[in-house]
């Protein structure tokens, strides 16, 4: 196994001006001891999935930064996609940035403390059912548009927690300064 493969946390992989990475798939934090990782897509840079976007498949603390003016295609986002996967975070932030999925986002699939970010003019688009905090382990899951877009079309459902009897609940939802969601 090579280097990058034995050390499981605190990477970068950084995609800018015209640097481009097309892949099936992108999981972020692939183990559950796979933690601090991230994936910045900036000024340029793009980020293209045809099979799905993944941040937090088991590991913890593990980010996708989309900003200035970066894209990223996937045809869907699953963030804290296990039990084990918390404090997860994409972000998406700057005029231009863009994250585009042909399916649904989902924000805290089993984990908990997961955030999704939109601001500055930054923008997201899903289609389908998206949800924030999907299962009884999911809780406290976090989406915040500050000034940020997120444009969730075809049949524009937004699930925030689940109706099992033993969800924790405390997922959310916040709007502000200008963000929309529509």
């Not at 970068?12 to 001006?17: F, G, I, N, Y």
């Not at 980020?47 to 937090?56: F, I």
């Not at 045809?75 to 996609?81: E, K, S, V, Y």
């Not at 994250?99 to 930054?122: C, E, F």
């Amino acid at each position: 196994a090579s280097d990058v493969y034995k050390r499981q946390s605190y990477n970068t992989l950084t995609l800018s001006e015209t640097g481009q990475v097309r892949a099936q798939s992108t999981v972020i934090g692939l183990r559950d001891i796979a933690t601090d990782n991230k994936v910045i897509v900036q000024s340029g840079g793009v980020l293209s999935n045809t099979v799905s976007l993944v941040v937090g498949s088991l590991g913890s603390q593990n980010s996708l930064i989309v900003s200035n003016g970066g894209i990223v295609y996937a045809p869907q986002t699953l963030i804290g996609q296990q039990a084990s996967a918390s404090n997860n975070a994409v972000i998406v932030t700057g005029s231009g940035s863009l994250l585009s999925n042909t399916g649904p986002i989902q924000v805290g699939v089993l984990g908990a403390n997961n955030s999704m970010s939109v601001s500055a003019s930054g923008r997201v688009s899903s289609v389908g059912t998206s949800l924030i905090g999907g299962r009884n382990t999911s809780y406290s899951n976090l989406v915040v548009l500050n000034g940020g877009t997120w444009s969730n079309l075809g049949t524009a459902t937004l699930t925030i927690g689940t109706n099992s009897t033993l969800n924790l609940g405390g997922n959310a939802l916040v709007i502000t300064n200008g963000g929309y969601l529509y």
